[in-house]
Each structure stands twice: as C-alpha cells, then as structure tokens.
C-alpha cells in the first residue's frame, strides 16, 4: 500500500478540530489503521473531543490481546468495540470540564485484510473508494439530518448541499454513554484506492470532482495537497482532512 494523508485548517476556521492518524505497520492485533475524526463544541471542545477519541481508540487497540488477522468479521467487530469504548472515555472527559459539555466528534476507521476493508464509522466524515479510475462509491452513510431526509425521499441530493440544515448530526462519538457504531465489511477487490475525508472536502467538492483528482497517476501525498488545495480554492470553509490509501500499491 502507498500510504498519504494531511490536514489543514481551512480558510475560515481559527483552529482545527480534525483529528487523523494512519500507518501501514502492525497496531497491537491490526496490520494497519486508518483513522479520520471531525470534533464539534465549544470553546476548543472539538478539538479535545477529537484528539481524546484518538487517544482512547489507540488505548484500546493497544491494550488488546485478541488476534483477528485471519477474520475480517473479527476485524469488524473489533474496531466497533474500539469506537464504543473511545465513545465512553469521551463522554467521561466531558464530564470533567463544563466547557466540554456536549462535545463530540465524528469518527471512521478502517483497516484492510487482503481483499476486505473493515470499517466502523459514525458521523458524517465519509469513507470512499475509487475503483478504474472512474467509479468513485461512498461506503460510509452519514449519520445527518439532510442525509436521513434524503433516504426518505423528501429533498434531493442537490437540495441537501444547501440546506439550511445539512451539518446536523443524528450520530457522534462522545455525547451519550450508549452509542450507536455502524460495521461494515465491504470487498475492495478491483478496487484502486480507498479515502477517508472530512465533511471540509465533502462540502467543498463534488464525488467526480474528488474522483478525478484521487485517480490522477501521481503520488499520494500529491493527490491529498491536491484535494485540500481544491476545497481551499472553493472558500476553505471548515476544516479538510484526507488520508489516500492506494491499495494496490508498495508500501513506501
């Protein structure tokens, strides 16, 4: 795997509330991790709730002694556990400071087994993957109201772009002690790259826009500049992190 990813703060934003992490290499029972995390609060709480969803999330990955190398439903499982124990460490933290009341973060891992991606996701930064360099699919769902309107049938995909309403979360990590994690197991067969994004991209740019960038023949730490550079382009309105995993690829 070629590996790339950064973050940047925007154009509007004063500081950045995104949190991301990857790596190629063994992480306690995973052969590799890929993580994006999108905090919303008050008063810096985002930025807490972010890097402590992180913090608590390796906590439990590196305190683990299950092996689910062979088992991509394993896989599943785990990282879903891993989410749900970083939802209750930030919860907890919350309850700390006022100023952290109400905190939360979006949150989506992943990790590749072979020809599988396992993945647990909850919020609205997004998973993708990209595959002969002209079909792009989202895998994640957001977890938002104008996405929830739109599996009802009530506005259109165009219409949810521009409503009023369309950074409402239904689902975050670290606001209630219960949460509700999706798993997924999808094949990454045929598949050239995989992407994680925050919703900074995602409300900046269009799923062919971000497609024909990402399946440009260079190397990805160029396509991720590229991506961040386009939605700062487009007004930089919040904060845009994206990690590139180009699946077929040597790991630098």
Request: overall charge negative; hydrophobic content about 40%; proline content about 3%.
């Amino acid at each position: 795997m070629n590996i790339a990813g950064a973050t940047s703060v925007g154009l509007v934003r004063s500081n950045n509330e995104d949190a991301f992490f990857f790596t190629a290499n063994q992480i306690g029972p995973l052969s590799n991790l890929f993580i994006v995390a999108d905090g919303m609060g008050g008063h810096n709480a985002g930025e807490v709730a972010s890097a402590k969803s992180l913090e608590y999330f390796h906590e439990f990955v590196l305190q683990s002694h299950r092996d689910v190398h062979g088992v991509p439903g394993d896989m599943v499982t785990f990282l879903v556990g891993a989410v749900e124990y970083a939802n209750k460490g930030v919860y907890e933290h919350s309850l700390t400071n006022p100023g952290f009341s109400g905190m939360g973060t979006t949150f989506s891992a992943c990790a590749v087994l072979g020809d599988k991606l396992a993945i647990a996701h909850i919020g609205d930064s997004r998973i993708y993957t990209i595959a002969q360099g002209r079909v792009i699919t989202q895998i994640t769902e957001d977890h938002s109201y104008v996405a929830e309107m739109v599996q009802a049938g009530n506005i259109t995909p165009t219409e949810a772009k521009i409503h009023p309403n369309r950074n409402q979360l239904t689902r975050v990590l670290g606001c209630e002690p219960p949460v509700n994690v999706d798993g997924i197991l999808h094949d990454i067969n045929g598949v050239d790259s995989v992407l994680l994004c925050s919703d900074g991209l995602t409300d900046m740019l269009s799923d062919e826009e971000i497609m024909s960038i990402v399946s440009q023949n260079t190397f990805p730490q160029t396509r991720v500049q590229d991506l961040i550079d386009a939605a700062n382009d487009r007004g930089g309105k919040d904060n845009i992190t994206v990690i590139i995993i180009d699946v077929k690829g040597e790991t630098n």
